[in-house]
């Protein structure tokens, strides 16, 4: 990717600077930040995790890439918090920017008019990408820029964890950015929007339901495929019975929690386990 410009650069600097003037809270939680985009384009709304057992030294840096709408959501949030507390700065995008006044509530993304609404704006995503990317990635570049800026993080020890649609946008950005040290890639679909260029990526996590109703598993196993033919590092973790996103999902309003998901919890102990070697972390 080509560098920002230094104006764009020094946008990124103001917004770690009001980050660390404005401390994050004591209790669960995040702070909001906005992050610049080019050519004076709407800031990029993104939230901050931090370990909440508190940090003396430089971290790793990790950019959480979900869908339209997916950094309201609470479990993102729990999923975000709980990978900060095993030792990494976090920070929680919608790269596509779409506008938050036209994304159902926190509390009904998942169920009738909210999950209709929901899925008219991944199409509407899904559409805008046909006729280009470059604007999609510049918001993963935006969330990798501010960690690379943030004294809290070591900017040599980055990944990209992508969800869904930003799964494969995570590839396709990954081979373009030496930063990256790893990707997470969970239950994307076909790359054909996306192109990526297999030898120009670092080691690759995969996760994926047998049973996801989004994106079919055969993708997982084709992504794995391509990889292994190409000789490059991965894992694959396909999880049978499994629908779209089991790994962090649960239904609060049913008196559901995470650990009554043996998918769910294993699924994020096998994160970390891939975090921590790719960005060479002590596991905790």
Request: glycine share 8%.
């Amino acid at each position: 990717m080509q560098d920002r410009p230094a104006a764009g650069r020094v946008a990124v600097i103001l917004a770690v600077l009001a980050l660390l003037l404005w401390p994050l809270p004591s209790s669960a939680g995040a702070s909001r930040v906005l992050l610049p985009l080019p050519q004076d384009k709407k800031p990029l709304p993104a939230f901050v995790f931090v370990p909440q057992q508190g940090v003396n030294h430089p971290i790793p840096g990790v950019v959480v890439a979900v869908g339209v709408g997916g950094q309201m959501i609470p479990h993102y949030h729990e999923y975000c918090q709980l990978l900060a507390n095993r030792g990494f700065a976090v920070i929680l995008i919608d790269p596509s920017n779409y506008p938050e006044e036209l994304v159902p509530g926190p509390y009904s993304w998942d169920r009738g008019l909210g999950y209709i609404r929901g899925s008219i704006n991944q199409g509407v995503v899904a559409g805008r990408l046909f006729f280009g990317l470059d604007w999609y990635l510049e918001g993963m570049k935006a969330g990798v820029d501010f960690l690379c800026n943030w004294p809290l993080v070591d900017r040599h020890r980055i990944a990209i964890s992508g969800f869904s649609q930003p799964a494969n946008a995570a590839l396709t950005y990954a081979c373009k950015d030496p930063r990256i040290k790893s990707v997470v890639w969970n239950y994307g679909g076909s790359p054909w929007v996306m192109p990526y260029d297999p030898w120009r990526l670092p080691p690759v996590q995969i996760f994926h339901g047998e049973k996801d109703e989004v994106y079919d598993v055969k993708y997982a196993r084709r992504l794995a495929l391509n990889l292994m033919s190409n000789m490059r590092y991965y894992e694959l973790n396909i999880y049978p019975g499994e629908k779209h996103m089991f790994n962090v999902y649960y239904d609060a309003r049913r008196g559901e929690n995470r650990f009554m998901k043996p998918a769910l919890l294993d699924a994020f102990e096998r994160l970390v386990r891939f975090l921590g070697n790719t960005l060479a972390v002590p596991c905790r």
